[in-house]
């Protein structure tokens, strides 16, 4: 079991009171470098800065000027407009605990300022409601998103207090809580919002501010869902997850980002009242999900109508919605359940989810985003609906975007990648935990004393992991090592030798002296991937993945001539090119045969084209070499 | 070419002025009883009434009502309620000319009663716009639906016209629509529907009353489509056609009904104004539709949620959307192909959307219907989402629904059963064209005098087709007969034994004297499909067609413990089963190996179950004995 943290104003995302790790702040992970330093760069000098002028330039942050000086105004943006901002401030927070002082924290200190000027006295605090030319408070729970408006808020303030001491959002955040609670607590209003994100919210506030009645009403809105609070839906209740008790469901459903958010929450009320059957509940729901429900980019949300988890095995390729938000609230969810119980699987969807979902939203140059993550792109037609302020006015298969009507996904990928240190490792009185793999120094203290590990790696091109203990007390400790689930054949050398190593954490007690190394290398040949037969969508496909990468075939790297519609694999000459790079040889097939008009009947024999070995990308920098298209599950030869 | 038609009061629906084919009314084919004759009596007897049922007591006929008051009253419905009051009576009126007076005569007179009290003194006639307390006439044309309600204002009118000759209802038609050509001529507004409908009718409303302004009218409204009139939308132009002109179209895009309806429009502009190119570019576009777009049920549209189609090769069998009325909308479009052409291309899919589609959307009792015509269905889950009104408030993924918040299927199959003996033979000078086959008496008149011909066969159920001639004129006349593309080994017998013929029209011509029989056998074997592989959503599997009938394997038929997902054919087995039924030989996969828990990896080698023989149904009889899980396409056993 853990211990517990003395200093509270460390900057940690998530702090349990009680399950198997303890996480680490954010000052303790110093990335230097490499895939996720460069990508925690970026965001820094460009996703936050370019996020920033949008905010400002579409009013958003606007709208909370206005909304303080108490005069009349007309709202600019969607319903939940206020909430980019609010997740800006919590990027900004975490960029500020990771890396120190900048010139974001004057943008920060200023968004903070407003915010306190446009809360209402009661603790209200939403632009687009309330005021007496508004649409009142609260009545709209369907899409009105107040209270998914407090609960980015809440994170933020939360975010706010832990990265910078700072009280400032914190009040507010507790005065908007307290205003919650009293609304819709016992004897008061019984309703859940349409978007859940609340519950998550209101129990980190709990543990930052010791004040049990959060937690309380965290508890009142996880139980509440489910009940039937919301009216009828043309999506159905399962929409926003108002179908089934949270304790009672055994999937997740309906709108992804609204299933993970809830499910990230819930899974913080049972830890913190030892609810055992709903914590049970909830990792059945994540085996489930993982199972039946996810892509092999980690991408959740099979519809694009309602944004939404499909029937199980309902996974198609070329219609997978996979928001890049929904990939955020996976790893919210993922995070929680792993400090619960410690299991490798959950940080390995982590990491197979920061890898091709996270890292795939975001331009090299950090200007523009994907907000849906297909994983097959059949056409290059077609632009991307603009308003007239510039502003793509679609989520879905619009390539990446500067910015969206609905502009969730690019500041949820600023949050997350300020915080990605966070992920990394844990520590508890024993030892250290490592999680994920990044070039990093991780400062950690266990009941012995100081562990510092410097971890020197180029993951994920190579496989060769090296830690250094930097310090370490003169009694043993335990370290451990996630091997990932793709990664058998695995070996750790702990200083005699490479040693096979099974998958799951690897644990190494002993004593160590401070320059001790130990090895770990986990096999990097690109793979071949199948996918289970009742996955109707991707039958007689492959995929190919490398590490924690899955990989694509994009129209770019064909010869000109070729379709990537008809394109077939021969697994049988393997996978790589002379110069090692991950590669497939594939024929090509002529489409002067085939079914020609009706195309169910009649088949002529096809000639086929050459056989040529073409480079694969991976998935997260596909689309950054102009118009192409694109797939990642590749049909293979001699099927039908 | 045709002959002129003397007599505009026939009831025949579409009456181009030049073209291949001439179409026959109603009365002239009178259908004995057979597949088709079995629904037309449920039309008359049970989907009508139904449907009337409905609009009477949700008030949509109340809207009329209370318009023609003058009072200021709540509009009851969505913007297109007046539409579905419109179909109705078009339905109604094709019933009358049918099968002759009955006690839907009274409705209808009441309902044309309401309308035209209803009408503005300027001929406009909306129950949703315009008055004081409403919006401004004209002020959305996005989702207004004031000119496709319009639009099916105008064909009940000339359907009504042409099947009792009265011109009560197409006195309000002419005066709407020459409020409509004041409105949208020449100097007025430049604008087009948001929904194609308008146009159609108003080529229809030239031909009925010969006032060339309406078909002048019809063709500014095809012309403008497709140069950008309407506003920016988040589905892109696309859905609702306005991306591309439609000369300049190459295929079907955008939201299904409302492309057909436009398509089917276009036609009849085209054919009226000797616009040839403007023809080649909608044949260019049916062929496309048909090769990449299409499902094997004739069904069209792949998206959920914008009712779409998707790109080429996107059918996806479990999220297909296939709604009802766009397989009414592709028969009006292949309809005119046909009429113009004489191909016989056109009249396969009128029968294969005929018998998969419009056949498939009703229930057996006629009382419920399909609005979305999905081709495997994995979940028994979930009741449909009705509201306070007993109304379903979704279209697609629901099972048959007694009635719709969007109602338009029901109405929309009603119209076409009623006017299903125009689909089934032309007539020119020269002789008389077989297309559909069913059970019937066709009385025509060629140059030389009055064909009558006996149909007499249990087509779908058996291929053998017996065509006496009761009346012919001494001199010779051609007969042709439609034989469908799937059937390739068709025989016909003219009286010297069967001779083998292709398929495509085949022609007799020859003079015939009464109790000459002529016998067409068609193959009905049942039969494996094959999708074209760029088809990636059926990769590896197969269906199975016998005649025009697509077939479904349904849960039930399944033994205890099977689950559908599990099952794979094994085409060698052949089909059919001891009794001669169309049936599958599958084994069923022990899901107890496979992949466990991460589906994209590690797969163990998995018991097969027994092998056994399955019934397989015809799909549009699916979903008839209580909740079950179906699929048309089905796995082969021995791919990946």
Chains 1, 2 share one sequence.
């Not at 206005?66 to 407009?81: I, N, P, Q, S, V």
Request: proline share 5%; hydrophobic share 40%; net charge negative.
């Amino acid at each position: 079991m853990q211990s517990v943290r003395e200093d509270t104003l460390d900057a940690i995302p998530v702090t349990p009171s009680a399950g198997t790790l303890v996480p680490l702040p954010l000052s303790a992970v110093a990335i230097a470098g490499g895939f996720w330093g460069e990508r925690q760069r970026l965001n820094r000098e460009s996703i936050i800065p370019h996020a920033v002028s949008w905010v400002n330039r579409l009013e958003w942050v606007g709208n909370l000027e206005k909304a303080a000086t108490g005069e009349k105004y007309e709202h600019r943006g969607r319903e939940f407009a206020d909430s980019e901002v609010y997740k800006l401030i919590e990027a900004m927070s975490w960029e500020h605990a990771r890396s120190g002082a900048s010139e974001l924290d004057e943008v920060l200190d200023a968004f903070i300022g407003k915010l306190a000027e446009a809360q209402d006295p009661d603790g209200y605090l939403h632009t687009l409601f309330g005021r007496p030319w508004q649409q009142p408070r609260y009545s709209d729970f369907k899409w009105g998103h107040e209270l998914y408006c407090f609960g980015h808020l809440i994170q933020s303030a939360v975010a706010n207090f832990r990265s910078t001491g700072s009280t400032k959002l914190l009040d507010v955040a507790t005065k908007l809580a307290d205003h919650v609670c009293t609304m819709f607590g016992p004897g008061g209003l019984d309703k859940v919002c349409g978007h859940a994100e609340i519950e998550v919210a209101l129990v980190e506030l709990f543990r930052a501010t010791g004040r049990r009645r959060y937690l309380d009403q965290a508890k009142v809105f996880v139980e509440r869902r489910g009940t039937g609070t919301l009216p009828l839906f043309e999506f159905g209740q399962a929409y926003w997850q108002d179908d089934i008790p949270v304790r009672a469901a055994t999937v997740l459903r309906g709108h992804a980002v609204r299933a993970l958010y809830l499910a990230a929450g819930a899974v913080d009320v049972a830890v913190e009242t030892g609810d055992s059957e709903l914590l049970d509940a909830l990792k059945l729901q994540w085996d489930n999900t993982l199972a039946r429900r996810t892509y092999i980019t980690g991408g959740m949300g099979s519809h694009h109508m309602d944004e939404a988890f499909g029937d199980d095995f309902v996974l198609p390729p070329d219609r997978s919605y996979c928001e890049t938000c929904a990939g955020v609230a996976s790893i919210m969810f993922s995070w929680r359940l792993l400090l619960a119980t410690g299991e490798a699987k959950y940080a390995d969807l982590i990491e197979r989810t920061l890898y091709n979902i996270v890292a795939t939203s975001p331009s090299a140059d950090g200007k523009s985003f994907f907000y849906a993550n297909t994983l097959h792109q059949r056409t290059t037609a077609g632009e991307a609906p603009l308003n007239a302020d510039g502003v793509c006015i679609r989520g879905g298969s619009t390539g990446r975007q500067a910015w969206f009507e609905v502009s969730c996904c690019p500041p949820n990928v600023a949050r997350t990648l300020a915080s990605f240190g966070g992920y990394v490792a844990t520590a508890d009185d024993e030892g250290v935990q490592i999680h994920q793999y990044a070039s990093s120094r991780i400062r950690s203290k266990v009941a012995a004393g100081h562990v510092d590990l410097d971890i020197d790696t180029e993951y994920p091109s190579s496989g060769r992991i090296v830690v250094t203990v930097v310090a370490a007390p003169s009694s043993s400790i335990n370290l451990s090592f996630r091997v990932p689930g793709w990664a058998a054949g695995a070996t750790l050398d702990t200083g005699s030798g490479p040693k096979p190593v099974g998958t799951g954490n690897v644990h190494v007690n002993q004593t160590f002296q401070p320059g001790h190394q130990l090895i770990l290398e986990l096999p990097m040949q690109p793979r071949f991937s199948l996918p289970d037969d009742r996955i109707d969508a991707v039958r007689g496909c492959v995929a190919v993945e490398r590490g924690p990468e899955v990989f694509a075939l994009e129209s770019v790297d064909l010869p000109a001539g070729w379709q990537l519609e008809n394109v077939q694999v021969d697994m049988s000459a393997g996978l790589g090119d002379a110069d090692g790079s991950v590669a497939v040889t594939v024929r090509g097939l002529n489409r002067t045969g085939g079914h020609s008009g009706w195309p169910f009947e009649v088949q002529t024999p096809r000639k086929s084209m050459d056989t040529i070995v073409v480079p694969l990308v991976p998935y997260h920098s596909w689309a950054e070499r102009g118009s192409s298209t694109m797939r990642i599950w590749i049909p293979v030869a001699s099927t039908l």
